[in-house]
T-cell receptor
Framework: GQSLEQPSEVTAVEGAIVQINCTYQ??????LSWYQQHDGGAPTFLSY????GLEETGRFSSFLSRSDSYGYLLLQELQMKDSASYFC???????????FGSGTRLQVQP | EAGVAQSPRYKIIEKRQSVAFWCNPI?????LYWYQQILGQGPKLLIQ????????DSQLPKDRFSAERLKGVDSTLKIQPAKLEDSAVYLC????????????FGSGTRLTVV
């Protein structure tokens, strides 16, 4: 089976930097993905890491360490609109669907 | 490009009743997923289709849930009979291929069973 652990809640202020961690256990590994979901909205794809290292997309970056079964999502220059839930997700085979973590609720305060 | 369409947006039913949800994926997307998201949790896969064939339905409670994708495009998910614990948001997603990591999700159907 697969399991993912991420903090349930994180609070930060506008303009700050926040890191959301994710550790996973899976029999096979085909990359770590991150999704954002606003209250009442659909999850939207943010980033994907297949190899070790940092991937940057604008204010968001995602990091993966396969040897540590660990990754994180880094959000810079936080804005109020970044208040949302963030999910990490993995798959254990190339064919199966993603398994999602329980999510981290980010609250950005003024 | 048009997104993933789902209907209805909200549904309230009594326990033991039946309900059906509809999903129209992004045009050309061969892979379609149904996820269940209980409040405060992450999405949990119910079933995955590749065209009109089932890839994975290992977590679908088959005694009460069924799903189909007859022509490899639209899909319906049915619950019969519903239980209180089925109260959740049912999300449909699609991707261009089975191994893709970037899914496009619909806005979901929020089901309340009373």
């Amino acid at each position: 089976g697969q399991s993912l652990e991420q903090p349930s809640e994180v609070t930060a202020v506008e303009g700050a930097i926040v890191q959301i961690n994710c550790t996973y256990q899976t029999s096979g590994f085909y990359g770590l993905s991150w999704y954002q979901q606003h209250d009442g909205g659909a999850p939207t794809f943010l980033s994907y890491n297949a190899l070790d290292g940092l991937e940057e997309t604008g204010r968001f970056s995602s990091f993966l360490s396969r040897s540590d079964s660990y990754g994180y999502l880094l959000l810079q220059e936080l804005q109020m609109k970044d208040s949302a839930s963030y999910f990490c997700a993995v798959r254990d085979t190339g064919r199966r669907a993603l398994t999602f973590g329980s999510g981290t609720r980010l609250q950005v305060q003024p | 490009e048009a997104g993933v369409a789902q209907s209805p947006r909200y549904k309230i039913i009594e326990k033991r009743q039946s309900v059906a949800f509809w999903c129209n994926p992004i045009s050309g997307h061969a892979t379609l997923y149904w996820y269940q998201q209980i409040l405060g949790q992450g999405p949990k896969l119910l079933i995955q289709f590749q065209n009109n064939g089932v890839v994975d339905d290992s977590q679908l409670p088959k005694d009460r849930f069924s799903a189909e994708r007859l022509k490899g495009v639209d899909s319906t998910l049915k619950i019969q009979p519903a239980k209180l614990e089925d109260s959740a948001v049912y999300l449909c997603a699609s991707s261009s291929q089975t191994g893709a990591h970037g899914y496009t999700f619909g806005s979901g159907t929020r089901l309340t069973v009373v």
